[in-house]
Every structure is written in structure tokens, then in C-alpha cells.
């Protein structure tokens, strides 16, 4: 059975705005518009789309924080919003611009009171904390009061808070907001190992293509309330990444490699850019041929960046 399951899901809010002195005129506004997905157990999920598409009113729906319109949710097989408690002590969340810290009391106390709150049993909570204090490096700030943390120190205190009472999902959105390259980096290893340690499912919505391409395996593409793409990184690419280029270091410099359905872009040298569509020209193919044609001595091909291709889905659509 799915661990997350949607259908047909919409949310609408009425949004009141003043005319004159006292007249006031109400506006219905749809944040999500009927979706429909299933996540199953151990998948890391990446949930896209632009501000305003519905990913943080989807996500909030899936831990009961929001009442759907309409529609059928359900998560580890439990209504969100009517078992609501019963959910809450089997998932963790995270929202990247909120804290669940508190943030006078230093780390360690916000870990204890947290231990108090999902009545983790002290032999499971000290494990835990030992193992993610290792993996996430907390221990030179497990004494220092939440205010004074960075932001990076933050989101890793958030992300072992969620942790500590074996959630089975992990929802996070915008985990990585903020976040300079070596904090996203540590991050991203840490959720990458607890996914393959405990298999614990990930649904992971953010801005970050690079979170999704080192994360996630399958994608989720939502704009304006309706999920308009559910499948892996690479089919989307292909379909929707337009032209890939493959670049080509000749022994001696040479004249333009002309091959059918593919477009020699620049020279440089002993070094040509041929552009090439992935559907129309095998790219093992294309390699093979140049080879027959010209002496080597390096070669590499450049995808199209997946922000690019989602991108360019938002602009022109499917």
C-alpha cells in the first residue's frame, strides 16, 4: 500500500479584498486544483514547482495542518486532519523558513523537550542523537542557545529534531533555503544516507534543482495546482531538455564534423561542440561515428541543466 496517497485533491481559500470605505468582495482562489499521486515506502520524491503552484498547501495538507476542499488523502494509511495526533508521531517535518526549535534553550535542551513531546524512550532517543550528532557534526554547538546558531547550524539542529522519534516520512520543504554549498552539501549526504540506512521516505519540495538531482530519482512537477509532470529526472530531460552537445578534442585540428541531424555549433581548434536532440540522434551512435571519422583524444557530452527544462516547462508548458 502506498505510504502517501492523493485524489483528486483541491484546496481553495476565499481571499477578501476592500472596495471603498466598507464594501468588502470575496475571490475564491484555487491553490490546488485536483492532484492525484501515490508515493511508496523508501522513495525520495521531489516536489517542484514556481511560487504559488501549491507545494507548500499540498504538503501541509498531507500532515494535517490544512483541511482539503475536496478529495482523498491519506498518509501511512491514516486521514491527516481527523488522526491527526496518531500521524504526527510517525512523520517528521520540516519547513525551511520555520523553526521548531526553541530559541533561547541551547540545542540540547530543545532535543530533550522534543524526547518529552513524541515520548521517545531514552535508550532510542540517545542512540538517535549520538548517530545524527555524528553524521550532521552537532556536538561543538549542542550547548550553544538556538538564537546564536547560523543558519546552516539551524537546519541541521531542525533536521536531527525531526529525526529523534524514527519518523517512517520526512516531509521537507525548503530544507536547504539559504544555504551556502558546504551546508547544502552535508545536508544532502546526510538525507541520501538515511534514506538508504532506514529507508525512510522523503517527499522534498524546493527551488533547488540541484536538491532534486542529487536527491531524488522521480519528479514532480506542479503549476497552478495541477501536477502537470510525475516521472523520473532523466525521461524529463529528454523529452523537454531540448538539445544536448557533444564536445570532441581531435588529435589535429580538423574541417567541421558534418553528420546528419546534428549541428557543429563552434571550433575552437582541435576542439568542435556538435548539438544534437537525444530523441532524434542516439548520442552512442553519434560518438561512434565521429570516432569512424576523426582520431580522439577526449570527448564529453553536456545534458541540458534540469532547472533549464523546468524552466522552459513553466514558460511554454508540456
Not at 3 to 18: A, G, P
Not at 26 to 55: C, H, L, Q, W
Not at 273 to 288: G, Y
Request: glycine share 8%.
Amino acid at each position: 500500500m502506498p505510504v502517501v496517497e492523493l485524489r483528486d485533491v483541491s484546496k481553495t481559500f476565499n481571499v477578501f479584498q476592500r472596495r471603498g470605505r466598507v464594501r468588502r468582495t470575496r475571490t475564491t482562489v484555487r491553490a490546488v486544483d485536483g492532484i492525484s499521486f501515490e508515493v511508496e515506502r523508501g522513495e525520495m520524491v521531489g516536489y517542484v514547482g514556481p511560487n504559488g503552484a501549491g507545494k507548500s498547501t499540498t504538503v501541509k495538507m498531507l500532515t494535517g495542518i490544512l483541511v482539503p476542499s475536496s478529495g482523498h488523502v491519506r498518509v501511512l494509511g491514516l486521514e491527516p486532519t481527523r488522526q491527526r495526533v496518531e500521524l504526527a508521531r510517525r512523520i517528521g517535518v520540516v519547513f525551511g523558513q520555520r523553526t521548531q526549535l526553541w530559541w533561547d534553550l541551547p540545542l540540547r535542551d530543545s532535543f530533550e523537550l522534543l524526547r518529552h513531546i513524541y515520548r521517545v524512550p531514552r535508550d532510542t532517543y540517545e542512540h538517535n542523537l549520538a548517530a545524527f550528532a555524528d553524521v550532521l557534526e552537532l556536538g561543538p554547538f549542542l550547548a550553544t542557545p538556538v538564537r546564536q546558531l547560523s543558519l546552516g547550524q539551524r537546519m541541521r539542529g531542525d533536521l536531527a529534531a525531526v529525526l529523534l522519534h524514527d519518523p517512517e516520512i520526512l516531509f521537507l520543504d525548503e530544507p536547504t533555503i539559504g544555504l551556502d554549498v558546504v551546508a547544502k552539501a552535508r545536508i544532502r549526504a546526510f538525507l541520501t544516507e538515511l534514506n538508504a540506512d532506514r529507508e525512510t521516505t522523503v517527499l522534498l519540495t524546493t527551488h533547488d534543482m540541484d536538491d532534486i538531482e542529487q536527491l531524488c530519482r522521480r519528479m514532480l512537477v506542479i503549476d497552478r495546482g495541477r501536477v502537470i509532470y510525475d516521472g523520473d529526472l532523466e525521461t524529463i530531460r529528454t523529452r523537454f531538455g531540448g538539445d544536448s552537445v557533444l564536445v570532441v578534442d581531435l588529435v589535429e585540428p580538423g574541417p567541421p564534423i558534418e553528420i546528419d541531424g546534428v549541428r557543429v555549433e563552434r571550433i575552437d581548434g582541435p576542439r568542435q561542440w556538435l548539438r544534437f536532440r537525444r530523441e532524434q540522434t542516439s548520442a552512442a551512435a553519434l560518438v561512434a561515428e565521429v570516432a569512424a571519422r576523426a582520431q580522439l583524444r577526449d570527448l564529453a557530452i553536456t545534458d541540458p541543466a534540469i532547472e533549464d527544462v523546468v524552466r522552459r516547462i513553466y514558460e511554454e508548458g508540456l
